[in-house]
């Protein structure tokens, strides 16, 4: 009788040798698991926090571009303002008669012509002959030059919103 109770004896040993390895296995595995599910928390917050970054970065971009469109726009405006102004200004003085415009004739081809030379020493041209246009005609040249202002204004614009967007 004393063998089944040995036998009994070691069962219940390996029993408890195998409850105890397995109660270790659970405190390790249990312990690296926390170690893991702390470094993958880490790695979130970090992961967040870089995030966060890039986001106020590109904000701060989104808001530095929009100021320098904002800047560039009340630029492009307040240069077609002050070319209409002076349009204006010049279109009036041609219709009040108080400018005329003239143009320079070829020495040689005016040869027959009766047209006076200009008179005094305010010219530049130093006596050459001149022709008055007509105060219609000058009136297109100055609507033709307009449009050609304010297309040239509005392609400077256009050039500094590409350079400010190239550089980006």
Known sequence: MTAPWRLVGVL?????GFGSA???????????LAEQA?????????LATAGADAQKAEQDKRLALEQK?????QTHYRKLSDA???????RDRLATADLRLSVLIDADSASGCDVPKATGASGVDHAAIRARLDPAHAQRIIAITDTGDRGLIAL???????????GM
């Open 69 to 73: 469109l904002a800047t560039s726009e």
């Open 38 to 46: 702390k470094l993958n928390g880490e790695t979130l917050n970090r």
């Open 156 to 166: 400077q614009a256009c050039q500094a919103y590409a350079k400010s967007i190239g």
């Open 12 to 16: 219940a040993l390996v029993l408890a």
């Open 22 to 32: 397995w109660q270790f296995q659970d405190w390790r595995y249990g312990r690296q």
């Open 84 to 90: 209409q102004r002076d349009q204006d200004r010049l």
